[in-house]
C-alpha cells in the first residue's frame, strides 16, 4: 500500500516535471523566434528537467516489469524458463539500479561544489536524481520480484 502511495506521488511529480519542461522550453522557442533572443538558463533548465523526468520513469516502470525486453525469447520458452527469466531480469534491474545509485552517489559527492554555468545551480543536485534512481528501481524491481515469486508459488 505504501508503495503504491510512493507511486502515486511520482506519477504527479513527472507530470509536473513534464508540464515546466514543456513549457519552458516553449518559451525558448517563442524567444529565440520571436524576438531573436534567447535565454541561456532556459536550455540548462529544461535539459536537466529532462533528466530527471528520463530517470524517475524509469525507475516507476520497473515497478510494472516493463523495460525493454526481447518478448520473443520470452514468449518462445516453457513456463518455468519464462518465470526464471523474468525473476533474473528483476535481479538484473536491483543490481544496476545498486550500481548506478552508487556510481551516482560518488559522483554527487564530487560535484557538490561545482554549479552549471547558466543557472548556478550546483551540479550535485541534477546529479542527485541517480541515488535516487537507484533506490527506486531497487524499491520497485524487488516489489515486482515479490509479487513474481508470489504468484509463482500459488499459481
Not at 525507475?59 to 526481447?70: F, L, N
Not at 552549471?116 to 550546483?122: D, E, L, T, V
Amino acid at each position: 500500500m505504501m508503495v503504491r502511495r510512493l507511486e502515486q506521488m511520482l506519477r504527479a511529480f513527472i507530470a509536473a516535471i513534464f508540464i515546466f519542461f514543456v513549457s519552458i522550453t516553449f518559451l525558448q522557442v517563442v524567444l529565440r523566434y520571436g524576438f531573436a533572443n534567447s535565454l541561456p538558463w532556459i536550455d540548462e533548465l529544461s535539459r536537466y528537467s529532462f533528466i530527471w523526468l528520463v530517470f524517475v520513469a524509469a525507475a516507476i516502470v520497473s515497478r510494472e516489469g516493463a523495460h525493454i525486453a526481447i518478448d520473443i525469447v520470452e514468449e518462445m520458452a516453457p513456463p518455468r524458463v519464462r518465470f526464471a527469466l523474468l525473476v533474473l531480469a528483476d535481479i538484473s534491474l536491483i543490481v544496476f539500479a545498486a550500481i548506478v545509485g552508487y556510481g551516482g552517489w560518488q559522483l554527487m559527492q564530487l560535484n557538490w561544489t561545482t554549479t552549471s554555468p547558466a543557472s548556478g545551480i550546483p551540479i550535485a543536485w541534477v546529479q542527485f536524481v541517480l541515488p535516487l534512481f537507484g533506490v527506486l528501481m531497487a524499491l520497485f524491481a524487488g516489489v515486482h520480484l515479490h509479487e513474481l515469486l508470489k504468484r509463482g508459488r500459488t499459481g
